[in-house]
């Protein structure tokens, strides 16, 4: 009897993984399929529009600027709905977590929630940080990709004139730049989980250490929840870090709208 109950209890598990992990390949390849969509059409539409443009446009437009937004900015707005949608469900992920936490116990939530939340407060300035990099950061790959097309455009003239050297500097500054800005974003960006996570369990240890002579604990009786609550807390806190991440990744790619934007609504398209 209690093998079968075992072997029936394996044969559940096997097959709840299973279908647990086809609804997850099932769900990426939709995102994959959703997200390179997005950037053909942008990209589809984006050139049909320039296509109408006056010609005087392009004698004033720097086609670095025209390459970076159907290319780069385009890229950048399908990995911002990327992010979107794994906030969303990452959400829904956190949502069912802190309803078991409270379910578990609602007083130890009442204590443990606010000091989750006071952590929002230092994420939230260094998503300020991350935005304002990824503005910098589109205009520099603007700037890089106008300085590269400039050289391999105008290489004859470059050699006829002897300006090799300047246009080397030219180009290592615009690509200095990049890696500069990439990285000190990439730094911020990669700061907010083990921040997050030290933060929130350090307040959780000083609340335990400051209350554990005020409170009597029983040990034998209490350690099953305690050890169940943690479980399920440890659980919310990764999948609240991974929402934290998506979240300074599409606020990250926010500015390659307004990129893309910009050059969508120029004034350039033909009279009739």
Same mark, same amino acid.
């Given at each position: ?71 780069? =900015? $385009?890229?950048?707005? @399908?990995?911002?709905? +990327? #992010? &979107? /949608? ?110 997050? =996570? $030290?933060?929130?369990? @350090?307040?959780?240890? +000083? #609340? &335990? /250490? ?63």
């Amino acid at each position: 009897n209690q093998m079968q109950i075992i072997s029936l209890i394996f044969i559940i598990l096997f097959f709840l993984i299973g279908l647990k992990n086809m609804f997850m390949y099932l769900s990426n390849i939709l995102i994959a399929k959703l997200r390179f969509g997005i950037v053909r059409n942008l990209s589809v539409n984006l050139m049909d529009n320039l296509i109408e443009y006056d010609v005087k446009y392009f004698d004033s437009a720097k086609t670095g600027y025209i390459m970076s937004n159907v290319n780069t =900015e $385009t890229v950048r707005i @399908g990995d911002f709905m +990327l #992010s &979107f /949608l794994q906030f969303i469900t990452l959400s829904g992920k956190v949502f069912v977590y802190t309803v078991l936490l409270l379910l578990i116990s609602w007083k130890a939530s009442f204590i443990i929630f606010p000091l989750i939340a006071s952590v929002l407060i230092p994420i939230e300035l260094i998503l300020k940080k991350v935005k304002k990099l990824g503005v910098s950061l589109s205009q520099a790959t603007v700037d890089y990709y106008y300085r590269l097309t400039e050289i391999l455009n105008g290489i004859r003239l470059i050699k006829g004139c002897g300006t090799e050297d300047l246009e080397k500097i030219h180009f290592k500054t615009a690509a200095d730049k990049i890696y500069y800005l990439s990285y000190k974003n990439n730094k911020y960006l990669n700061c907010i989980i083990p921040f997050s =996570e $030290t933060f929130i369990f @350090g307040l959780i240890t +000083l #609340s &335990f /250490l400051l209350l554990k002579n005020v409170i009597t604990i029983d040990i034998a009786n209490t350690f099953p929840f305690v050890a169940t609550y943690l479980l399920v807390l440890a659980k919310t806190l990764t999948q609240l870090n991974a929402l934290n991440a998506a979240r300074s990744e599409a606020i990250n790619r926010l500015s390659a709208f307004r990129s893309y934007e910009e050059i969508y609504d120029k004034k350039g398209k033909k009279t009739i």
